[in-house]
């Protein structure tokens, strides 16, 4: 069974920096996608960014200008790079890696990032 093993989330102050790894436990082949989504206290999980194979991307409007997602093929990994971080950015983020073959999507166990004002 594949799992995502995520890290590099914590407490950080306004303004600063993150940067959030997600790893599979073993390669997925055919991945058609990968993605971090986050879900606040008493809120639904929401998109954060979205990364096809090809490289396009696609941001919550939230977050464009100061994340950034990328993603290394041959590791099966994504990040997310978070700058200029904010209040509201405060949540338990959540990696995607969707399988395009056997359709299936593998989630991150989540990890929680916590930016004080």
């Known amino acids: 069974q594949v799992q995502l093993v995520e890290s590099g989330g914590g407490l950080v102050q306004a303004g600063g920096s993150l940067r959030l790894s997600c790893a599979a436990s073993e390669t997925i082949y055919n991945i058609n996608a990968m993605g971090w989504y986050r879900q606040a206290p008493g809120k639904q999980r929401e998109l954060v960014a979205h990364?096809?194979?090809?490289?396009?991307?696609n941001y919550a409007d939230s977050v464009k200008g100061r994340f950034t997602i990328s993603r290394d093929n041959v590791k099966n990994t994504v990040f997310l790079q978070m700058n200029s971080l904010k209040p509201e950015d405060t949540a338990v983020y959540y990696c995607?890696?969707?399988?395009?073959?056997?359709?299936?999507?593998?989630w991150g166990q989540g990890t929680q990032v916590t930016v004080s004002s």
């Open positions: 995607l890696i969707q399988d395009g073959i056997n359709d299936v999507d593998y």
């Open positions: 990364i096809t194979t090809g490289g396009s991307t």
